[in-house]
């Protein structure tokens, strides 16, 4: 990969939209620019980094306001490995990674098909952290008529392991998920980290359960409508929106503007939840202050929910209190007609 420094023309657009940056400050966070492109002026043996890398967020907000459009996340992770910023939730990951196949320690099982064709990939924290949440995105595919199911002994995407540096045990558990994911006709996850990693790693062409919601399965189909007239607000998860692709929530508000009953309000202030990058793991005080900034735009736009179509913002947001949060897809199956 191309060093950043090489290509950066000190524009100061990355350091402009940082989450981070803009609630910590210079003094506590140096911001994207100094840890990504000006880092090779620092020794590699300089602790004073390993705190402000492990307060990244991996957002990617930098990387979209980057005009040379360099890789900042990627190079910001790097440095964490490079200057040792591993904290004890790391090492927690790859124990379990090593004892489970998952990097969190499995608490349910999900009831679904262990055959079909659509392949619902559940995810580390979506089985552990937000497991009714997957439960209820399973049965509402299966719902439709679909040919959901989730396949026997999968394991964790990687994606959390890569970012502490385990790319040796992220490989492994890429070879156990291979020849499961090859045999699916089509493979979808409800998070945005796990569609993306299955893609980089895999080379399959993972859906979030939205693309697949609005592309494969029409309106018809779900038949969503609300018992009553309720107001809600969309989160829109970084990893989802930036890297899976924006056009993720423009199907949400479509498929949101298609309920009867339901009035979807928009926030005065988008941004991340502090949920993504370890960062709740790493520093949860900074993650819950993130969290605290978007409950709190949605309670001023007069929403009773807060949806959030990812398992990381899902954990992190519900944290804050003050307004109900729910998983975009859960929240949907709620209001199918034609769940049983």
């Not at 402000?52 to 980057?66: F, G, I, R, V």
């Not at 949860?284 to 735009?297: E, G, N, T």
């Not at 949605?298 to 998983?327: D, H, I, S, T």
């Amino acid at each position: 990969m191309l060093h950043p420094e090489n290509r950066c023309i000190k524009c100061g657009a990355c350091q402009s939209v940082c989450p981070v940056l803009r609630l910590e400050g210079r003094e506590t966070f140096p911001g994207p620019r100094r840890l990504a492109v000006e880092v090779s002026r620092f020794s590699r043996e300089n602790s004073t980094l390993s705190s402000p890398l492990e307060m990244c967020t991996s957002c990617a907000q930098c990387e979209s306001a980057c005009p040379s459009r360099l890789p900042l996340t990627d190079a910001v992770m790097l440095m964490r490995v490079r200057h040792g910023a591993r904290s004890e939730g790391g090492d927690r990951m790859l124990r379990n990674s090593r004892q489970f196949g998952r990097t969190i320690a499995p608490v349910s099982s999900m009831r679904a098909p262990s055959e079909g064709s659509t392949l619902f990939f559940p995810g580390c924290v979506g089985e552990a952290r937000t497991a009714s949440s997957v439960q209820a995105a399973i049965d509402l595919l299966l719902s439709t008529g679909d040919r959901t199911y989730v396949p026997d002994g999968w394991s964790c995407c990687g994606s959390p392991l890569e970012k502490i540096g385990e790319r040796r045990e992220a490989e492994r558990l890429r070879s156990i998920n291979a020849p499961l994911l090859e045999a699916a006709e089509a493979v979808v996850t409800a998070c945005p980290g796990c569609a993306v990693q299955l893609r980089r790693s895999n080379g399959v062409e993972a859906l979030h359960v939205l693309e697949y919601l609005y592309e494969s399965i029409t309106p018809a189909r779900l038949r969503l409508r609300s018992s009553r007239l309720l107001t809600v607000a969309l989160h829109s998860p970084c990893h989802l929106l930036r890297t899976v692709g924006p056009h993720t929530i423009d199907y949400a508000r479509e498929l949101l503007a298609s309920v009867p009953g339901l009035r979807v309000v928009d926030m005065d202030d988008e941004g991340c939840c502090g949920g993504g990058g370890g960062v709740a793991s790493a520093r949860p005080d900074l993650a819950l202050r993130m969290a605290r900034r978007r409950v709190d735009s949605a309670a001023r736009a007069g929403a009773e929910v807060l949806l959030a179509p990812c398992p990381f913002c899902v954990v992190n947001l519900g944290r804050a209190g003050g307004v109900e949060v729910r998983e975009l897809t859960s929240f949907l199956a709620s209001l199918s007609e034609s769940r049983s």
